[in-house]
């Protein structure tokens, strides 16, 4: 089954919203395969956010994103990625639909509350840059019977 890579950022672990975002996802039916508070290494943060290198805000963004602790989860699930990035809204916040992650809690966009991988080979690659096969539980769930 499909996997994607979600992080509530600090801003939404400083203003408590883990449990609400973490109770979304399983609300929706996905199933949630490993998780970890932990404070990111400025050289992860770099290379996560490899892609935008050139932007102007890169520096700003490796800042923010080791500010404080991070979230990160590995969920799982069908469309899990698409879906997910549907439920955390436009990554500018006044883009974000109400109902949306963002669109419910984001003012600004440096500071939109979660990051979500965006396509199956970022998946991969975020989910491999931030866990060890190990830390992933694979395991049944009989409510799933209901999902699918
Ligand atoms: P992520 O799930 O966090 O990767 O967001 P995204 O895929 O919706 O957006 P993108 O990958 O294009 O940008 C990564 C992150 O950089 C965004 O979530 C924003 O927090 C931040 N970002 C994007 N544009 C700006 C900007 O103009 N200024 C600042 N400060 N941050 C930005
Ligand atoms: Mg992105």
Do not use: C
């Amino acid at each position: 089954m499909e996997k994607t890579f979600l992080m509530v950022k600090p801003d939404g672990v400083q203003r408590n919203l883990i449990g609400d975002i973490t109770a979304r996802f399983e609300r929706k039916g996905f199933k949630l395969a490993g998780a970890k508070l932990m404070a990111i290494p400025t050289e992860l943060a770099e290379e996560h956010y490899g892609e935008h290198k050139e932007k102007p805000f890169f520096g700003e963004l490796v800042d923010f994103i080791t500010s404080g602790p991070v979230f990160a989860m590995v969920w799982e699930g069908e469309d899990v990625i698409a879906t997910a990035r549907t439920m955390m809204g436009a990554t500018k916040p006044a883009e974000a639909a109400p109902g949306t992650i963002r669109g419910d809690y984001g003012v600004t966009v440096g500071k939109n509350v979660i990051h979500g991988s965006d396509s199956k080979e970022s998946a991969e690659r975020e989910i491999g840059l931030f866990f060890d096969e190990k830390e992933l539980v694979d395991y049944e769930k009989d409510s799933l019977n209901w999902i699918y």
